[in-house]
């Protein structure tokens, strides 16, 4: 590797560069989509986790997916991470990348192009000289625009190593300075990848120039470990999302491959500049912005993950925990109480509580909206647990939402049909209506449907109960499908019905933000 690199500088061979892709391929998981907001909520706790490269997003998918990564190269005029647009070998695409990321201090244009036979054959309909010559003029194009430009094989894993060895040597000569070399459908196993790498490194012609980058997918559930083993044969880089989202099964999850190399030090000898304490806040709030709860045994992030029932495991712990904990709870943001918070909690307890549970700097009307519902909700509990509040002010910070709970009423029994009084918030202006249904949530779900039509179809209905006890938050989720889009939307009360009608209203404004995006050809990378 060289030592200098146009958005680094002098680089130490032991340093592994973190690119998140959470806003680019993580978002085009099926029923995520996030508003221009929650993109920059998300980038600056990015910043704040340490990340080195933020992907922006696909600046040529949307305008609206152009303005969401200028506004996010505009946090960073002075400095901060390397802020990258992904594009397709296309004029019009880098340009437009171009154009997105100028108001960066550390721009990056990531263009990509597929290298299998397969991939060539049908997607692209281009034979190995075409995809060459493409290689060598988008490349150039590209540097001819920003320093710092990352060219990506997509689906490398399946590619012949002799044309994928002559694709990577174009790259470079005309001015790559980051190849990533992805495994796009989660085919390979560690063997495969580390060999890749290596093979590349020793073979090409100025590999000693470049950094090298892996973006495994999760296919057979090998990410991680082929992420691994990427930086086994020579990357430096790797691309991950937080919690693991992205395409299908997704990808290499951040906080497992920072922690991999955080707690196995002495089999893989590098260091990151992710600080793993904040990671348990910023995945909570991706759970938060999209509505997807991450697993309960997702490793490092999901609540059991530190968690022991069997009885020789708990003595284990409770004599050293180092017994059957190979890291601290508190080294990703675990804490170890839960219990602080109560009706006469005041309101610059709850907002540093908040703070601690990640939500940041949190606005006088976000916080005197959420400290009335969270009295309001003391009032009812005996206890107000951390889940709790992160349910409860969790569509307080939804600024954009054009669908605002504001109340309801229901009637239920076996006497008369079960009736629904609805308001609704649309667009600042309040709009009523009654409905008879099945039962008190097919009511609801009608009064909202009457209020706000749509041609959307429920295709999920869960309710869980966020703590224990019979005053417990109900917390459900609500899937909803329309012309091929797919939103899930989670909403939260101690009452089942407004927590479903709170669900539901969160999905439909995830619905509105999936409308407006158009989704390119080719995303994959």
């Avoid at 978002?27 to 704040?48: I, V």
């Avoid at 001015?175 to 090409?204: H, Q, W």
């Avoid at 044969?233 to 989202?245: L, P, S």
């Avoid at 006497?415 to 202006?429: C, H, N």
């Amino acid at each position: 590797m060289s030592n200098t690199h146009p958005s680094f500088g002098k680089l130490d061979d032991d340093r592994v560069i973190f690119f998140d892709t959470t806003l680019r391929d993580g978002e085009q998981s099926p029923g995520f989509s996030m508003n221009l907001t929650e993109k920059l909520r998300m980038a600056e706790a990015l910043t704040h986790l340490g990340v080195d490269v933020i992907e922006a997003g696909f600046p040529i998918a949307s305008p609206g997916d152009f303005e969401s990564v200028k506004s996010i190269a505009e946090l960073y005029t002075k400095d901060g991470p390397v802020i990258a647009g992904l594009c397709r070998h296309d004029r019009r695409d880098i340009l437009a990348g171009a154009e997105a990321l100028k108001p960066a201090a550390r721009p990056r244009i990531h263009i990509v192009i597929a290298t299998s036979p397969l991939h060539m054959r049908v997607k692209l309909r281009m034979s190995p000289e075409d995809v060459l010559q493409s290689i060598e003029n988008h490349v150039s194009l590209a540097r001819n625009h920003a320093p710092d430009v990352e060219w990506s094989a997509e689906d490398a894993s399946r590619s012949e190593h002799d044309f994928l060895a002559r694709c990577v040597e174009t790259a470079i000569k005309h001015g790559a300075t980051t190849i990533n070399l992805p495994d796009t459908v989660g085919y390979a196993l560690p063997e495969d990848i580390e060999a890749m790498f290596s093979m590349l490194r020793n073979r090409v012609p100025g590999a000693e120039k470049v950094i090298f980058s892996a973006h495994n997918h999760n296919d057979l559930g090998l990410a991680v470990a082929n992420t691994v083993a990427a930086i086994r044969g020579g990357a430096r880089q790797i691309e991950c999302t937080i919690n693991g989202i992205g395409e299908r099964a997704g990808n290499a999850s951040l906080e497992e491959v920072a922690m991999t190399i955080r707690t196995r030090h002495d089999a893989i000898p590098y260091r990151s500049g992710i600080v793993t304490n904040r990671i348990l806040q910023v995945s909570k709030l991706l759970s938060t912005i999209t509505g997807f709860d991450v697993q309960p045994n997702k490793a490092i992030v999901g609540r059991n993950a530190f968690a022991h029932e069997s009885g020789i495991h708990q003595d284990g712990v409770l004599k050293d925990a180092s017994t059957y904990e190979i890291m601290t709870p508190e080294s990703v943001g675990w804490s170890n109480s839960s219990l602080v918070m109560g009706k006469h909690s005041g309101r610059a307890a709850f907002r540093d509580k908040l703070k601690a549970l990640g939500y940041g700097e949190i606005g006088d009307n976000q916080l005197n909206d959420a400290f009335r519902r969270f009295k309001d909700l003391a009032d009812r509990k005996k206890i107000v647990y951390d889940e709790d509040l992160s349910a409860l002010v969790d569509d307080q910070f939804r600024e954009n939402d054009r669908i605002r709970f504001v109340s309801l009423d229901v009637r239920a029994g076996s006497k008369a049909p079960p009736s629904a009084d609805m308001e609704l918030e649309i667009d600042g202006e309040i709009v009523h209506a009654t409905e008879t249904g099945d039962g008190p949530v097919d009511a609801t779900f009608k009064a909202i449907q009457t209020i706000f039509p749509h041609t959307a179809n429920l295709q999920l209905y869960s309710v869980g109960a966020i703590t224990t006890g019979t005053d417990a938050q109900a917390k459900v989720t609500v899937r909803l499908e329309e012309a091929g889009k797919m939103v899930d939307g989670q909403g939260a009360d101690t009452d089942t019905i407004v927590a479903s009608a709170r669900a539901y209203i969160h999905a439909l404004n995830k619905l509105l933000v999936k409308r407006t995006r158009t989704e390119p050809a080719d995303l994959a990378s």
